[in-house]
Nanobody, 116 residues
Framework: QVQLVESGGGLVQAGGSLRLSCAAS????????MGWYRQAPDTTRELVAS???????NYADSVKGRFTISRDNAKNTVYLQMNSLKPEDTDVYYC??????????WGQGTQVTVSS
């Protein structure tokens, strides 16, 4: 069983930066993908960025060039550096771990609010 704990959300002005962290307790089995999703009320949860256990990354078009995902496999932690934030980035951000053998795990979510 894997538990995910997110941190780093908050309120920031447009153009500012935030760094989200997600620490996983327990062992994460490979192959796996660690990533971040976001969801606004009454909308579908959407992928923001993900990174495989061998380092391949993928980004939503809306965040390319502004957000950077990274992971520390030794610490079972994934990060999301968010720069040049826009009001439309305001959402609840969820950490996700997908394992080929055991499926999906989700964090509890962290609120990111960008003021104009």
């Amino acid at each position: 069983q894997v538990q995910l704990v997110e941190s780093g959300g908050g309120l920031v002005q447009a153009g500012g930066s935030l760094r989200l962290s997600c620490a996983a307790s327990g062992s994460i089995l490979s192959p796996n993908v660690m990533g971040w999703y976001r969801q606004a009320p009454d909308t579908t949860r959407e992928l923001v960025a993900s990174m495989t256990s061998v380092g391949y990354s993928n980004y939503a078009d809306s965040v390319k060039g502004r957000f950077t995902i990274s992971r520390d496999n030794a610490k079972n932690t994934v990060y999301l550096q968010m720069n040049s934030l826009k009001p439309e980035d305001t959402d609840v951000y969820y950490c996700n771990v997908w394992e080929l053998t055991r499926g999906n795990y989700w964090g509890q979510g962290t609120q990111v609010t960008v003021s104009s």
